[in-house]
Structures are given as C-alpha cells and as structure tokens.
C-alpha cells in the first residue's frame, strides 16, 4: 500500500513553517495569514493529485477528487490547522496531513472515484475567539449565525469579520450545513495529547469516547485596601478567594475520581498593584470526565467551593457557565470497522482509550457515525514546541484509515 511515511513528514514540515517564527513553536491563529498559508498549502498538494476544494459558509475546507460530486455521500476525514500560541507541529495537521495521503494514496492506486472527503476544520483550538470548535460547530448547526458574531478576536473583530477574506458567509450557514445523510461516517486521528500510550508503549489506540466538559468564568468581589496598614482579619480579598478556589479544585478532582480533571488556565486581577489588595478577582474553571453525571456531580462541588470561598472571605461571588458538552461516546460500528482493518494489515490488536481533549468529532458524533484514532505524543508533550509523534507511527495510522475507508 503506498502510504508513505516520508510524504507524511515533509507535510507536517511544510506546515510547520507556516508560523512567524520557524522552530520555536507554532503559531497560526485561525484567519491569519500563517493558518491561510498553511491552508492553501494543503489545497495545492491535494490539486498535484487531481482534486478539487470548496469553503462551506463556516470557514471549513472540502476536498475531493474531481470525479467525485459533491452530492456523493463520502467518508470524512481530518481535522485542524489552527495552533494554540507557542504550540506544537502535530496537533490537528496530524490529521489533515493524513486525510491528505489517503487522496495521495487513491490516485497512486487508481481509485479516481474513492468515496472520500479531506476537511480542513476552521478554529479548533478556540485560542483566537475564546471558544473552540467553531467551524465544526458552525456547520453542524450547534452554533448559528449570531452566536459566532458575537465572538471576538483580539483585534475586535467578530468570526464574520475575521473570516470574510477565507470565504465565511453568514448569509450562507443554514443552507450548507452538514446534512447527515450525506455521509458515511467520520474518522478523525489525531496525537494523544497525554502520556498514556507513550509510557505503555502504544504506538496507534482506538478512541471510544470523548470526555464532556463544563467551563466556568467566576468573579470575586472584595474591598481594596492598603496592603500595609490592613490587618488579615480585615480584609476582604479577592484575589485570596480566587486561590482557595485554585487549590480546592484539586481536591475536587482528585475526590471524583482519577478520570476527572480540573483546571483553572487563566486569573485577572484588579487593581493589580503590588501594595494593594486586590478587589476584584476572575478566573476561568475547566472541569472534563468521561460522564455526564460526574460532571453534574463536579458542577455542584464547584459552585459549592465557590460560595464557601465567598463567605469565609465576605466577598461577592458569581458564577457563569460558559460551556456545558456532554460526553460523548463513539460509534461501535466504526471501531469494528477499524480493528477489522487492522486485522488486514495483520497489526497487533489495537488498545482502546477515550479522550480527555476535544476534538471536532465531539461536535460531529452525535450527527453521524465517527470514530478516532490516537498516535503515542512523546512523552505526553502538546501544545508546547517539543510536540513530537514517531513519523511511523502516523503512517501506520494513516494506513488504517485508508483501509478502513477504500474496502465496501
């Protein structure tokens, strides 16, 4: 079978170089002309083996071979080009790069009517606009038009604005949404993210499920006062709210289970001086399991760690959700459908796992049948330049997917 590892790594090369500053890490926030660059690099090397794209209203790329309509139902495959700041070279392009070798790989073996679609989804990483999977989303009909106007980059422009130059369209979401029936299913791969499979010695698992995630944005309330003359019995800090919130959540966490993660990634404080105690403090709360009741348990004990860290103190408190997924579970049919590809190519049994990140295929999953694919991340290193995921190991899994996807 003529997937070839070395085209795998001159791709995810290429793309990385797609950033202001080549080897200290990726930087390609979604619209930029780094993201766009690296997009149209992935356009002209599929268009080298007789394809053809377009941009559906959200932002997102399709790309098919040129006797392939587009009212064929298809298999889907890929995933992101986007980059969190300082981030590394395999997460998302992982797996554009291999949707992109499937197409590669049909030419080469004269399949010039393979059932298949490359996707290049707009905003992942949720770095740019706040909010992540935003092209997914945007196509699915989880988000709609208003909604992703009312998110803003840091320049103060809105997804529309920012994506007017790359083929958005407001005008035009409805219509072009994902329509189920249109395709076969979805097969995302993607690098782990985690050190599991690398410590064990995994080198390509089967995603099963997508852990659901709730997010919080909380704000303390307290009285700013002189940082020399105010006693500790008389303050009312804001900032020391906030860190009692910081180290319950671990705790927290911990007292859920070890599948239950929580995260506070960002604190604002005001006034911020160095001689001042602060009066006001906000932070953002990520809490992920693999079930939803643990992350209803988890949204009671943390609005209750909240309160009590307001009462202790005398300060105000509010709590805003900004995100509730579900978790998600997996298409069977799909995960049968890959060990029995496996078993072809005589690989070992795959090991299983599910995801503490999301991905686009949480979005997708609950339309149409998907499946994942993880490859070892060493060390467990990602959204850091020392990313790295072994070159054979991404062949092995792109093999996967084309045999999964070009049998009946």
């Known amino acids: 079978m003529p997937v070839h590892a070395e085209r795998i790594a001159r791709d995810i090369q290429a793309i990385a170089a797609c950033t202001p500053n080549p080897g200290q890490g990726s930087d390609r926030p979604t619209f ?7 997009r149209d690099y ?7 083996v007789g394809c053809y794209h377009r941009v559906d209203a959200a932002g997102n790329v399709h790309i098919r071979q040129k006797s392939v309509d587009w009212s064929t139902p298809c298999w889907l495959a890929g995933s992101h080009l986007d980059s969190v700041p300082g981030g590394g070279d395999y997460d998302g ?5 291999a949707a992109l070798e499937v197409l590669r790989t049909a030419a080469e073996e004269g399949k010039n009517s393979l059932p298949f679609e490359a996707i290049i989804f707009a905003e992942e990483e949720g770095t740019t606009f706040g909010l992540g999977m935003l092209g997914s989303r945007g196509w699915a009909g989880t988000l709609d038009a208003k909604a992703l106007r009312a998110l803003k980059n840091s320049q103060g422009e809105d997804y529309w604005q920012a994506g007017k130059p790359h083929d958005t369209d407001p005008a035009k979401l409805e219509a072009s949404r994902l329509k189920p029936s249109d395709w076969l299913g979805f097969l995302e791969l993607h690098i782990e993210q985690g050190v599991g499979m690398w410590k064990r010695g995994e080198k390509v698992a089967l995603v099963t499920g997508i852990n659901g995630r709730r997010q919080y944005a909380v704000t303390f309330g307290g009285v700013a006062n002189h940082a020399g003359s105010t006693g500790m019995g008389d303050r009312h800090d804001a900032l020391a709210g906030a860190a009692e919130v910081v180290a319950g959540l671990e705790s927290l966490a911990s007292a859920l289970g070890a599948r239950v993660v929580a995260t506070v990634g960002r604190i604002t404080v005001e006034p911020n001086a160095v001689n001042v105690i602060p009066s006001s403090a906000s932070l953002t709360v990520d809490v992920r399991a ?4 643990l992350l209803t348990e988890a949204d009671a004990r943390v609005r209750k760690l909240v309160k009590d860290a307001a009462a202790k103190r005398g300060l105000s408190a509010e709590i805003k959700q900004t995100e509730a997924l579900p978790a998600v579970a997996l298409s069977a049919k799909l995960a049968d459908r890959i060990r029995s590809a496996a078993a072809r190519l005589t690989l070992p049994p795959l090991p299983e796992t599910t995801s503490g990140a999301l991905h686009d295929a949480a979005i997708l999953a609950p339309l149409i049948p998907t499946i994942m694919l993880f490859v070892a991340s060493k060390d467990g290193i990602s959204h850091n330049p020392g990313e790295f995921s072994r070159t054979e190991d991404m062949a092995t899994a792109t093999r996967l997917l084309y045999e999964a996807i070009s049998r009946s």
Request: no cysteine; aromatic share 4%.
């Open 290 to 293: 693999p079930e939803d009741g």
């Open 42 to 48: 992935v356009i002209a090397e599929a268009a080298k």
């Open 32 to 38: 930029s002309p780094h993201w766009r660059k690296a």
């Open 93 to 97: 392009v992982l797996g554009v790069v």
